[in-house]
DNA sequence: TGTGAACCCGAGTATTTGCTCGGATTATTG
DNA sequence: CAATAATCCGAGCAAATACTCGGGTTCACA
């Protein structure tokens, strides 16, 4: 099916009509990855569903790959907002409050559409440019790792590097694991609790031993 | 490609040879997978690089899915293997080699095959047979849900199954997360310190507040 | 040693699916 | 109001790929 696709260069839509169509269309991706998975999701399938021709959607994704890598990157960048809102609010210079405003973080952005986040991390392969547009964690972890540099300048960039991996690894494997197998707990707020429980004291630690 | 497989039954090896066959087409599947991942992966291909022919490869397995699913779980009990193996040892009374033990435990089941098991967390779809498969997680909580319960009964079972959710979501991931992004802390056993440093207090604390 | 069962073979078939291309339709511009 | 560009269309091609089937080969066992 898929060949070593050589990414041809499509148009980019100029005119208003057209940038409409893109967003139907990757609207249209969304919904029939949610609904068949990946592997049945075909660019003919998108196209009849979003009500354009399937020539209209070649004349801006060059194949099936570079259309979910698009819905893909859309979707990872609605999420780093959030968490972008989160991290600037300039109080949590009390390491309990940054942790729980990362972790609330984390909470948040998984209710981001969490049926499609669900497939993209599950089902869609992460080869090509999807391995890029699906990497999230590197991001995160870059920009918690930065933060964490600007606030707390005593950490060497060896432990701010490790740090930002332990809480980002653990924040994102522990609410994605409670959203698929344990959604009560996210009702309830346990799941958030409990993490508290473990990264507050662990956070607290590593600034202490400086 | 791959319609609603209704899983047509296959005859089973009975004699030697047969099953060597079927081994031989196992370890191809596993050669295959990681030298070209999921999608480029075809029957056809693993048919022949195992040295046999097509027609023998459908006597055993009714479809693509069902080769990989055969091959996830023999990887899953190999794994299980190891851990169980770590998790009998009688003289983890005290937390922290109880601890110390289960991340010892994680670190051990990414070493078999860890490029196989790459492919199949990354590129192979949860779906149909390969969701329950490649469920590893769940299966590894049970357990140490169990011998929690077993080493300290006056956890609630509530409680015992949320620390033991908590403790192999941050395993696991931790771990995964070193194997594909820093091996080097591997190799120094930074990450397997850092782990304890997040762990051992957190599960101590879980102990002490019943 | 004969016979039926288990096993193996691989060219070929039936589908599926990504994707093109020539031409119709609508917008923009001078 | 041309003329040119942008957009849209969808039948159909080419290639890939899962899977079958009829027939040959090897094994178990009496």
Same mark, same amino acid.
């Given at each position: 099916?898929?060949r070593?696709?050589?990414a041809?260069?499509?148009?980019?839509p100029?005119?208003?009509?057209?940038?409409?169509?893109v967003?139907?269309?990757?609207q249209?991706?969304?919904?029939?990855?949610?609904?068949y998975g990946?592997?049945?999701?075909?660019?003919?399938?998108?196209?009849?569903k979003a009500?354009v021709s399937?020539?209209?959607l070649y004349?801006?994704?060059?194949?099936?790959? @570079? %259309?979910?890598? /698009?819905l893909?990157? #859309? *979707?990872?960048?609605?999420?780093?907002?959030?968490?972008d809102? !989160?991290?600037? +609010?300039?109080?949590e210079?009390d390491?309990?409050?940054?942790?729980a @405003? %990362?972790?609330? /973080?984390?909470?948040? #952005? *998984?209710?981001?559409?969490?049926?499609?986040h669900?497939?993209? !991390?599950?089902? +869609?392969p992460?080869?090509?440019a999807?391995?890029?547009?699906l990497?999230?964690?590197?991001?995160?972890?870059?920009?918690?790792?930065a933060?964490l540099?600007r606030?707390?300048?005593?950490?060497?960039?060896?432990?701010?590097?490790?740090?930002?991996?332990?809480?980002e690894?653990?924040?994102?494997?522990?609410?994605?694991?409670?959203v698929?197998?344990?959604?009560?707990?996210?009702?309830?707020?346990?799941?958030?609790?409990?993490?508290?429980?473990?990264l507050?004291?662990?956070?607290?630690q590593?600034?202490a031993?400086r």
């Amino acid at each position: 099916m898929v060949r070593e696709k050589s990414a041809k260069p499509r148009k980019q839509p100029v005119q208003k009509r057209s940038r409409q169509t893109v967003a139907v269309i990757l609207q249209a991706t969304a919904r029939v990855l949610v609904r068949y998975g990946y592997d049945r999701t075909t660019t003919n399938l998108v196209a009849e569903k979003a009500g354009v021709s399937i020539g209209s959607l070649y004349e801006y994704f060059p194949n099936k790959q @570079a %259309l979910v890598a /698009a819905l893909a990157s #859309a *979707h990872v960048e609605e999420l780093m907002e959030r968490v972008d809102r !989160v991290l600037c +609010v300039p109080e949590e210079d009390d390491s309990a409050l940054f942790v729980a @405003a %990362l972790l609330r /973080a984390g909470l948040d #952005a *998984h209710r981001v559409n969490p049926a499609l986040h669900k497939v993209l !991390v599950e089902q +869609v392969p992460r080869i090509g440019a999807l391995a890029a547009s699906l990497d999230i964690s590197s991001v995160l972890q870059r920009k918690i790792e930065a933060t964490l540099q600007r606030r707390a300048p005593g950490l060497s960039s060896a432990r701010a590097r490790m740090v930002a991996l332990v809480l980002e690894t653990c924040i994102e494997a522990l609410t994605h694991r409670a959203v698929v197998e344990a959604p009560e707990w996210l009702e309830t707020g346990e799941i958030e609790t409990e993490a508290l429980r473990l990264l507050q004291p662990y956070f607290a630690q590593a600034l202490a031993s400086r």
